[in-house]
């Protein structure tokens, strides 16, 4: 763990941590487009450990979903292209892979949910036979036995995820469900391969308030059972605050804040982080006086223009008319300490 | 009897404003399918008796899960929906019995805003051109510099009048759309889930531009939105629905929920304060809202609440003031009683 930092302050970091399930080391992803490059996702390192749930958070655009699918290999290429980095999971560098070893390793090793389940159940199967299928991907000439195994399987992981009536339901199409059970059909599917590491974007976005707190607590059980370590994308700093051990905050493509959750939610230590809680309505006190609420002044950067230096320069509230962010890309560094990193120049003067 | 509660329960503190429109026993109800022997397979009771009223300078949201009725009931306000009982009453005025021109007035009057901005105009158009269509379409003239005017009244600069909608950001067209809603010079604006698409940051900035205009313009706002805690930092009244009903309703019945629903939907919301991690009761619960087509008997919300008795499936409970505190209940065993 200790080499991890130091390789990380030095920059070139090359070796995982040994308790980490995912390493994810000075990634960048880029997509070219009509409009230009956008830097999507710039020198982006974390580690996940296994039981872990790790909260990524920031605006539309700041690259969370591009870091998660650069995980999964699932960048479309092109127009993307992971420019250079290194994905650690289970002792493999995912990127080093060529794609046949990483297609089997990503599904196996990573599984991912979806905010929207449709996008990635089949209309016109049946549920269960979309969870067996899943299954017997993994193995390469399955016989009859093997296909019945993996139909009672199914029903097993419908039941275990709080379906009811699984026989009745893997008889159902997607269609036939409602929009938080076919995100508890998502969660059977990406568990039904006992993955090392769960990526979750925005799995409950769509969902209503009733039924998201029924999935972030089936995400809790399935947790504790498997040691599955959880990767939670959201915009929701009140599911980061009940849900998460660590976040990362992105903004423009890079992590400007991480730590443990209760450090970066009760201690921030970069601006924008600061800006991002005092604009969320559900810090404000809960009694009914009319307030106006404190936004973050500005737009966030055009990705495919992003300004020298630090990128949340032109919307930032500290820096004054201070030269040095607009000349010089603040690193991420100790806030003070190593589990808390937060990539200011003047972090030293950030205040809650 | 109706119009003296919804009186009582308004904030003292606040004085009310003049009456714009009031809603009494409002059903929209929607048949499914094909019609056999004169009957339809299914109906959907999107909208089961809904009453409120909105005041000139107030908020009034509505909150509650997807498919509870809350757009209809908007969407309805505006004609894009015919109620099928009820009555709409715009400044007294009755719409099933309005004149042309009283109803022309109206439709001046009460103007949308919807959630996706971009969706809801023409992406060919200028941003002048899409400013002013309402004046267009109603017939009225157009001052040589009225767009500019909104553009800056939203806090956007006047040239963009000569902009297409790509070159704008999310937040930057809901202020758009929020200016051509306000071409008209409406007294009402429905705001369907105006802020729902847009990232946090951007979400203050529309809500405190929002209050800005309703304390210089005097608007009237009828507020859809699913974030509680937005809604209870803007509104004057709160009515809470559950399948086509309003179950509970008043100024603050998301600070001091009085029925099962509406605790539970504030229980499900995760608090944003870390140190709160574990110690809240958590009400989580089970099952999925039923559907509107076959809404349970008596109270619907039986089905899922923990509270319920053999009465909550025979009769259904009326929407009142149950504990004397003000707020309008529709539970048989209200909190605090
Ligand atoms: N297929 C693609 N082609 C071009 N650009 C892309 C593509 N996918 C993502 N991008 C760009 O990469 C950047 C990061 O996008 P990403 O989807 O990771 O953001 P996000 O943080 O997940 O946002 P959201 O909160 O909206 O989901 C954005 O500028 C986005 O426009
Ligand atoms: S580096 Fe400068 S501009 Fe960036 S967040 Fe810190 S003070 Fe603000
Ligand atoms: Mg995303």
Known sequence: ?352 | MFHSTQQDVMDPAEPVGEELLRIEGLKIHFPLGRRRHGQYAETVYAVDGVDFALHKGQTVSLVGESGCGKSTVARSLVGLVRPTAGSIRYKGMDLRTASRSQMRMLRREVQIVFQDPFASVNPRMRVRDIIEEPLRVQGLPRDRYVAEELLEMVGLQPVYANRFPHEFSGGQMQRIGIARALALKPRVLVLDEPISALDVSIQAQIINLLMDLQDELGLAYLLIAHDVAVVRAVSHRVLVMYLGRIVEAGPEVLSDPGHPYTQALLSAIPSAEVGSRGSRKEIILEGDVPSPTDPPSGCRFRTRCWKAADVCAEEEPGLLDRTGHGALNACHFPAHE
């Open chain 1, 1 to 352: 763990m200790t080499d991890v930092t130091e390789t990380e302050i030095h920059g070139r970091p090359q070796t995982p941590a040994s308790d980490g399930c995912l390493s994810v080391r000075n990634l960048t992803t880029v997509f070219t487009t009509r409009r230009g490059t956008v830097a999507a996702v710039t020198d982006v390192s974390f580690d996940l450990r296994a039981g872990e749930t790790l909260g990524i958070v920031g605006e539309s655009g700041s690259g969370k979903s591009v870091t998660a699918m650069s995980a999964l290999g699932l960048i479309p290429q092109p127009p993307g292209k992971v420019v250079s980095g290194e994905i650690w999971v289970d002792g493999k560098n995912l990127l080093a892979l060529d794609r046949r070893s990483l297609r089997a390793a990503s599904g196996s090793d990573v599984a991912m949910i979806f905010q929207d389940p449709m996008t990635s159940l089949n209309p016109v199967h049946r549920i269960g036979a979309q969870i067996a299928e899943g299954i017997l991907t993994h193995q390469r000439r399955p016989s009859k036995a093997d296909r019945e195994a993996a139909r009672r399987r199914a029903v097993e992981l419908l039941a275990a995820v709080g379906v009811p009536a699984p026989e009745r339901r893997a008889q159902q199409y997607p269609h036939e469900l409602s929009g938080g059970m076919r995100q508890r059909v998502m969660i059977a599917m990406a568990m039904s391969c006992d993955p090392k590491v769960l990526i979750a974007d925005e799995p409950t976005t769509a969902l209503d308030a009733t039924i998201q707190a029924q999935i972030m607590r089936l995400l809790r059980e399935v947790q504790q059972r498997t040691n599955v370590g959880i990767m939670l994308i959201t915009h929701d700093i009140g599911l980061v605050a009940q849900n998460v051990d660590r976040v990362l905050v992105m903004y423009a493509g890079r992590v400007v804040e991480m730590g443990t959750v209760e450090e970066v939610l009760e201690n921030p230590k970069h601006p924008y982080t600061v800006g991002l809680l005092r604009c969320t309505p559900s810090r404000l006190p809960s009694d009914s006086v009319r307030r106006r609420l404190t936004p973050i002044p500005g737009l966030p950067p055009n990705p495919t223009d992003l300004p020298p230096g630090c990128s949340f320069a032109p919307r930032c509230g500290l820096r004054g008319d201070r030269e040095l962010c607009l000349l010089e890309q603040p690193e991420l560094r100790p806030a003070p300490t190593d589990d808390h990193r937060s990539a200011c120049h003047f972090l030293e003067e950030v205040t809650p």
